[in-house]
């Protein structure tokens, strides 16, 4: 009767801990932006558009459940899965660690304040969550956040190049096609334009085979963030060239020659 009654209490003992971890909720955490002069946490969105002149973002989430599950000096961290909104050890960052000063009651804001942005992030589905390691918990997991980070100082913004990188033009030459090269590469989907016309079945940042004339135009696809970027467009001209229209005045000059 003994060995009955030991087991009994350790059962009861598992069973009303594992009801009082179920019973913790941290919501599903979000980005909010912070001005020159202020922050407000509790306008969060799933959604990060960055660029160099908002390089950073902050995020927060709430905590609900009775007082004292969570005690002063527990660790919280805040997780990004991989593009796919997948977790896993290889893939998942840290984006920021705090330590809570106080034990946290029903209704408490986890405020990780500002972090600077990963700047390779380019998707739309990705997820995020709060992991407490011990004791060990994770929150609600927010799922489906796009995020693109989009340098233009350094990149310049968006270019649109042929053969030659230098040329404002592209010129076709006797039939042959040129290649036209968009720049920043790596991004996942780019949007080609002729005359205005999308080019259906292009999406990478090379067009490859152009032989015909006209203005061209590619767009970065920034999914979800396009609206937020006005930096995500280039142009460029292609004609054609008659070489039999070109001919080099030596008046006084050494002797000099064309090459188409």
């Known amino acids: 009767m003994k060995k009955i009654y030991v087991l009994f209490v350790v059962f009861s003992f598992l069973l009303s801990s594992h009801f009082e971890l179920n019973a913790q909720q941290i919501s599903m955490p979000g980005f909010y932006v912070c001005t020159a002069s202020s922050c407000d946490s ?28 969570f ?10 899965s991989d593009a796919n909104g997948v977790f896993s050890d290889e893939t998942t960052r ?33 997820s995020m969550r709060i992991r407490v390691p011990d004791p060990e918990f994770i929150g609600d997991i927010t799922t489906g956040i ?14 649109l190049t042929g053969p030659n990188i230098e040329a404002n033009n592209v010129a076709l030459c006797q039939g042959e096609p040129v290649t ?5 590469e790596g991004f996942p989907a780019y949007i080609w334009r002729r005359n205005g016309t999308v080019i259906s079945g292009e999406s990478s940042n090379i067009l490859e085979n152009v032989t015909q004339p006209g203005d061209y135009n590619v767009e ?13 467009s280039a142009n460029t001209n292609v004609f054609l060239f008659d070489t039999n229209n070109v001919f080099i005045n030596e008046e006084g000059a050494a002797p000099l020659s064309f090459c188409p």
């Open 42 to 69: 509790s306008n969060t969105r799933p959604i990060a558009c960055v660029n160099q002149n908002t390089p950073n973002r902050a995020a927060s989430a709430e905590y609900n459940g009775p007082s004292g599950f």
């Open 71 to 80: 005690d002063s000096g527990t660790v919280f961290i805040l997780e990004l």
């Open 94 to 126: 840290e984006l920021k660690r705090i330590q809570s000063s106080s034990s946290l009651g029903s209704g408490a804001e986890i405020d990780f304040g500002l972090f600077d942005m990963p700047q390779d992030l380019k998707g739309e589905n990705y």
């Open 146 to 159: 796009p995020i693109y980070y989009f340098d233009s100082s350094d990149e310049g913004g968006a270019t």
């Open 180 to 184: 036209l090269t968009a720049l920043p």
């Open 220 to 232: 970065i696809d920034f999914g979800s963030c396009s609206s937020s970027f006005s930096f995500n």
